[in-house]
């Protein structure tokens, strides 16, 4: 501890006066140089606090305190952001909306054109390059009994696949309609329903027997067996190639023996992208 003998005093500061007699008064009161030192002494006291706490806080981990203007910011540049977001929302559903009725507008349209070209699907199938090899010809003419194919992408409450078949009256099964219904993940397409085959008495024994003793990849399994094995890539080729553009397939082999240059199919994956 420095007495006050030892005291020493800055170059320029009068040292206060001392003495028998003197009357003590207030240092700082009377001295202005002592009031200066002394806020100098505190200025310095309370930076050397401040790094101490700041290496404290580094030492154990914790953050410095957040400051206070920037958050304030982004809490109010959020909130301006909550109606632009419902409004891009609503106007997304409302153009989805817009185009799902146009689509369905055209693809009426195109089922009642296909409808009057006579085994339009049945060629459309039988065209197409990797479907062919899984088609025997009384698979074949079973086809050319169909007058209609639908597919519907649904996605509540599941993401799903439903393709409908249209027959007119044949020799082979009593069904108008045939649904199959697939659930759409990353595994492939999962069968979810599928409506059953009424066969028709003339022909049962010999369906039972085609299915029983052929278990290769065909399309006859995949139309008449609910857990059919390799259903995936059938499956895939009617949702994504021929519902999509099946006038390509049916004019592959008109073009390829007439020597034309065939079109490019439409992307498969433009419109469902957008939805």
């Not at 920037?70 to 301006?80: C, F, G, R, S, V």
């Not at 009384?138 to 009994?145: G, I, R």
């Not at 990849?217 to 099946?246: M, Q």
Request: aromatic share 10%; glycine share 6%; with cysteine.
């Amino acid at each position: 501890m420095v007495s006050g003998a030892d005291f020493a005093f800055p170059p320029g500061f009068n040292r206060p006066p001392s003495g028998p007699g003197f009357r003590a008064q207030s240092v700082v009161g009377r001295f202005p140089e002592a009031e200066l030192l002394c806020g100098s002494l505190q200025e310095q006291a309370w930076g050397e606090d401040e790094q101490d706490d700041m290496a404290s806080r580094q030492e154990c981990g914790t953050p410095p305190p957040a400051e206070e203007p920037p958050l304030k910011e982004l809490q109010a540049l959020q909130l301006d952001l909550g109606p632009v977001n419902n409004q891009a929302t609503k106007a997304h559903e409302r153009l989805k909306q817009n185009l799902s009725k146009r689509q369905k507008t055209l693809l009426d349209s195109r089922s009642s054109n296909i409808r009057g070209i006579p085994g339009f699907w049945a060629q459309t199938f039988v065209n197409h390059p990797q479907l062919s090899a899984m088609i025997s010809d009384q698979d074949e003419d079973m086809l050319s009994y169909m007058i209609n194919l639908e597919v519907q992408e649904l996605r509540h409450p599941k993401s799903s696949c439903k393709i409908t078949f249209y027959f007119r009256n044949n020799p082979y099964f009593q069904n108008a309609v045939v649904v199959k219904e697939f659930v759409v993940d990353i595994t492939g397409y999962r069968l979810c329903h599928s409506t059953p085959i009424l066969w028709r008495q003339d022909y049962k024994i010999e369906a039972d027997s085609h299915r029983n003793h052929n278990k290769s990849p065909n399309f006859f399994n995949w139309f008449t067996d609910h857990n059919f094995a390799g259903s995936n890539r059938i499956t895939e080729i009617i949702r994504k190639d021929l519902w999509l553009n099946p006038l390509h397939y049916y004019k592959m082999m008109k073009a390829h023996e007439e020597g034309e240059e065939n079109e490019s199919p439409m992307n498969p994956d433009a419109y469902q992208d957008f939805l």
